[in-house]
């Protein structure tokens, strides 16, 4: 059993930044793949980043430039540096691990944190 213990959320201002900051438990963190999601008021929750075993990163087209994921395997810990913040990325995110990325990768993954708000204002 993996618990996932999310913190960092907040309000920011448009063009500002947040970090957001994912601790797992147990002793087998560096045998998940690590992902963030976020799921915006009636939507769907969709995948921004994820970052492999192996470090290889994904991220969601809108992201791509502004925010950065990051895991640190001695500290259990994975972390997502949102830089250049829009109003359009308010969500709810979670942080997620998953044993097979693929399935991570579909939204899918193991375990799921309990989320953190993240509201962007104009």
């Known amino acids: 059993q993996v618990q996932l213990v999310e913190s960092g959320g907040g309000l920011a201002q448009a063009g500002g930044s947040l970090r957001l900051s994912c601790v797992a438990s147990?002793?087998?963190?560096?045998?998940?793949?690590m992902g963030w999601f976020r799921q915006a008021p009636g939507k769907e929750r969709d995948v921004v980043a994820i970052?492999?075993?192996?470090?290889?990163?994904y991220y969601t087209d809108s992201v791509k430039g502004r925010f950065t994921i990051s895991r640190d395997n001695a500290k259990n810990t994975v972390t997502l540096e949102m830089n250049s913040l829009k109003p359009e990325d308010t969500a709810v995110y979670y942080c997620?691990?998953?044993?097979?990325?693929?399935?991570?990768?579909?939204?899918?993954?193991?375990?799921w944190g309990q989320g953190t708000q993240v509201t962007v204002s104009s």
């Open positions: 970052t492999s075993t192996g470090g290889a990163n």
């Open positions: 997620a691990a998953g044993g097979i990325l693929a399935r991570l990768q579909i939204g899918m993954p193991d375990y």
């Open positions: 147990g002793r087998t963190f560096s045998s998940y793949a």
